[in-house]
């Protein structure tokens, strides 16, 4: 069954970058016709598609966030990361990674998510 | 960007009742549309993908209709473990977006 878990810092200063990798187990990433992604919800809101990554490095981001997101992949460790850069309060938010089926888009299964706060 | 709009916004409702979600595009999506159920501190649950179409375990008291700008989601019987938050979400072009969810409260 596979499985999808965050990790990383659970505060980050305004200004900086957040970081924070997905490891997958019981399955390989580097499976035909499925991204891996990243979804986000600030509290008290909805669900923000933020971007994703084949496991050949080709990516698609959210427009809204471009010119700050970076996904890589590393299939050597069965992981792809996520950095946002130029963080405000506006980005403290639960980001959740996930699997996301490349034909039609949705995603499953889901991590747990992980609360990450931008705060001085 | 396409937006997905959903309604009610909070339903309550009682264990057995049968109840119906809404998402509407604002433009046409076929029929990439999938369901999701999200409890707290949870991860999201996969439901139903392409509007119709149940994902594998998930109970068929689930169900979902509708094509271009008009889905439902139902729920033919409530039952306990189905109080959650509910959202739609379409992958017919990026970015992908999904409806504000719909909360649905035990009465």
């Known amino acids: 069954q596979l499985q999808l878990q965050e990790s990383g810092p659970g505060l980050v200063k305004p200004s900086e970058t957040l970081s924070l990798t997905c490891s997958v187990s019981g399955g390989s990433i580097n499976s035909s016709g499925y991204y891996g992604a990243w979804v986000r919800q600030p509290p008290g809101k909805g669900l923000e598609w933020i971007g994703s990554?084949?496991?050949?490095?080709?990516?698609n981001y959210n427009p809204s966030l471009k010119s700050r997101v970076t996904i890589s992949v590393d299939t050597s460790k069965n992981q792809f990361s996520l950095k946002l850069s130029s963080v405000t309060a506006a980005d403290t938010a639960v980001y959740y990674c996930a699997r996301q089926k490349v034909s039609r888009g949705w995603f499953d299964p889901w991590g747990q998510g992980t609360l990450v706060t931008v705060s001085s | 960007d396409i937006q997905m709009t959903q309604s009610p916004s909070s339903l309550s409702a009682s264990v057995g009742d049968r109840v119906t979600i809404t998402c509407r595009a604002s433009?046409?999506?076929?029929?990439?549309l999938n369901w999701y159920q999200h409890k707290p501190g949870k991860a999201p649950k996969f439901l139903i993908y392409?509007?119709?179409s149940l994902q594998s375990g998930v109970p068929s008291r689930f169900s979902g209709s509708g094509s271009g700008t008009d889905f439902t989601l139902t729920i033919s019987s409530l039952q306990p473990e189905d109080f959650a938050t509910y959202y739609c979400q379409q992958s017919f072009s990026t970015p992908y977006t999904f409806g504000q969810g719909t909360k649905l409260e035990i009465k």
């Open positions: 392409a509007a119709s």
């Open positions: 990554i084949y496991y050949t490095g080709t990516t």
């Open positions: 433009q046409s999506i076929s029929s990439y």
